[in-house]
């Protein structure tokens, strides 16, 4: 649903005190159906790594993958072998003495120092991380691990990822005009979304899905203004005719 920002904060504004009190307790309610989902995992993992992990273990590991020296942005070595095999013997055995915390735990800290003493090459993984997660990551061009279809298909879903991505642009121009408040929504989920992947690893591009969504309601905005300038294109033809007898 697109809100009309002026007329919510008006609205907002009028609201009687007490109106404004279940509004901001809808929300209080909302949160602790959140935290309540959450705690039993969050209980579950400090039981079992004896240190507080809210929901995944995981980050550590795929911020080790997304940035070490032989880091690409995805999944695999310019070689195409997988990344976790760049890992020597010694580490290996070292790792699985430890239980899945503590062992990504261990990644992490030397993801965080090959980032710290290695900026330069950290901004342009990056990039290079945005670009593979919002249209296609290379994986298909580096190996044959778990690709199955032709290879012109994953060419097709880039084209077609390419086309959403500017078809939303011109839309959030648009609705930056009529719904900024919608806009301003969208863009702070697709940032949010984004950050997580863009300085670890942008292993696959089904994990954008979620937000999908959000991109072709903008790029229906930029249908709409195709729409729009075909009827004013309309208007102008019918009137075309009338200028031309009065001369």
Same mark, same amino acid.
């Given at each position: 649903?697109?809100?009309?920002?002026?007329?919510?904060?008006?609205?907002?504004?009028?609201?009687?005190?007490?109106?404004?009190?279940?509004?901001?307790?809808?929300?209080?309610?909302?949160?602790?159906?959140?935290?309540?989902?959450?705690?039993?995992?969050?209980?579950?993992?400090?039981?079992?790594?004896?240190?507080?992990?809210?929901?995944?273990?995981?980050?550590?590991?795929?911020?080790?993958?997304?940035?070490?020296?032989?880091?690409?942005?995805?999944?695999?070595?310019?070689?195409?072998?997988?990344?976790?095999?760049?890992?020597?013997?010694?580490?290996?055995?070292?790792?699985?003495?430890?239980?899945?915390?503590?062992?990504?735990?261990?990644?992490?800290?030397?993801?965080?120092?090959?980032?710290?003493?290695?900026?330069?090459?950290?901004?342009?993984?990056?990039?290079?991380?945005?670009?593979?997660?919002?249209?296609? /990551?290379?994986?298909?061009? @580096?190996?044959?691990?778990?690709? $199955? #279809? +032709?290879?012109?298909?994953?060419? !097709?879903?880039?084209?077609?990822?390419?086309?959403?991505l500017g078809s939303a642009l011109v839309?959030?121009?648009?609705?930056?005009?009529?719904?900024?408040?919608?806009?301003?929504?969208?863009?702070?989920?697709?940032?949010?979304?984004?950050?997580?992947?863009?300085? /670890?690893?942008?292993?696959? @591009?089904?994990?954008?899905?979620? $937000? #999908? +969504?959000?991109?072709?309601?903008? !790029?229906?905005?930029?249908?709409?203004?195709?729409?729009?300038?075909?009827?004013?294109?309309?208007?102008?033809?019918?009137?075309?005719?009338?200028?031309?007898?009065?001369?």
């Amino acid at each position: 649903m697109i809100v009309n920002e002026r007329n919510y904060r008006i609205n907002w504004r009028r609201q009687p005190k007490g109106d404004k009190r279940v509004v901001l307790g809808k929300l209080a309610v909302s949160a602790l159906v959140c935290l309540s989902v959450i705690l039993p995992w969050t209980i579950r993992n400090y039981v079992v790594f004896h240190r507080v992990v809210f929901l995944k273990t995981s980050f550590g590991l795929n911020l080790w993958m997304g940035n070490n020296p032989n880091a690409t942005g995805f999944l695999y070595t310019t070689a195409g072998e997988p990344m976790q095999n760049t890992l020597s013997v010694s580490k290996i055995e070292y790792l699985g003495t430890l239980n899945e915390a503590e062992r990504y735990a261990v990644l992490e800290r030397e993801a965080w120092k090959w980032i710290i003493s290695h900026p330069y090459q950290f901004l342009c993984l990056t990039v290079k991380r945005i670009g593979y997660l919002w249209i296609i /990551s290379p994986t298909y061009l @580096t190996t044959d691990q778990n690709i $199955v #279809e +032709p290879r012109y298909f994953y060419v !097709a879903r880039a084209a077609i990822q390419a086309l959403l991505l500017g078809s939303a642009l011109v839309g959030s121009v648009w609705a930056y005009q009529r719904n900024r408040l919608f806009l301003a929504m969208s863009m702070w989920w697709l940032i949010a979304f984004t950050v997580p992947y863009a300085v /670890s690893v942008a292993g696959n @591009t089904r994990y954008r899905l979620p $937000v #999908e +969504p959000i991109l072709i309601i903008m !790029a229906s905005s930029c249908f709409d203004v195709i729409e729009q300038a075909r009827n004013w294109q309309r208007r102008l033809l019918s009137h075309l005719p009338r200028s031309l007898d009065s001369c």
